[in-house]
């Protein structure tokens, strides 16, 4: 089956709370992009052209041969990604893609979602996150990306709340950093970008963001 062209990618927010460990800004492009092509396809095997899969991200000047390296990267990534669910009688194990393979003369790309998986992106009615792939692709860093996903899933409210550990996990920030760190080089730089971040309908979607840190109700000391 081609892949349908669209520029919006629509998912269950509950890939939000899964760590993409190791992703680069790249790669978080090109996952969604993909994932963009592959929803409400159910476990179709998908084909997208790498010219498309390029200008989804914004990229019309990469190579095929360095977009096909990255994917490549990616789908070791993703193999090494695990994703862990569970409910109230068993523990499910999967990755994330059940294919992802592309041509030797690097113009096109198959990929096929794990059925465990599928739900995430197929016909999603409610608690999902809507993700517009151009905008996102034009963040500058990895951490800005998620940021901007956790806080498109809560639009409606406003407000995002994290205990700060969960919160290291879901960026992927190296534990070795310390908060003082995290806050200098980190969150204080991607609040300034995603506040100053303009749509393609002109609009400013994170306008007066900000934060602040609370002690955890009934966690001691524990920062939300």
Known sequence: IMAKNTNVVKYDNKLNLIALKSFTKADNSIFFAILSKLQNQDTKEVIIECSELKNLIDSPNLSNKNLVNIVNELSNKIIRCIVRYET??????????????????NTRLKAQISEPFAYLINKVKYGFTMLEIYEFSRLRSKYSQVLYRLLKQFRTTGVLSLEWSKFIEIMDIPLKL???????????????EL??????????????????????????????
Do not use: A, C, H, W
Request: glycine share 4%; proline share 5%.
């Open 178 to 192: 310390t908060m003082k760190d995290i806050e200098k080089n980190i969150l204080k730089p991607i609040i300034k």
């Open 195 to 224: 506040s100053n971040l303009v749509s393609k309908n002109n609009t400013l979607p994170f306008k007066n963001l900000s934060y602040e840190k609370t002690k955890t109700p009934g966690l001691g000391n524990k920062i939300t």
């Open 88 to 105: 109230d009688n068993e523990v499910e194990l999967f990755t994330l893609f059940q294919r992802l393979s592309f041509t030797k003369n």
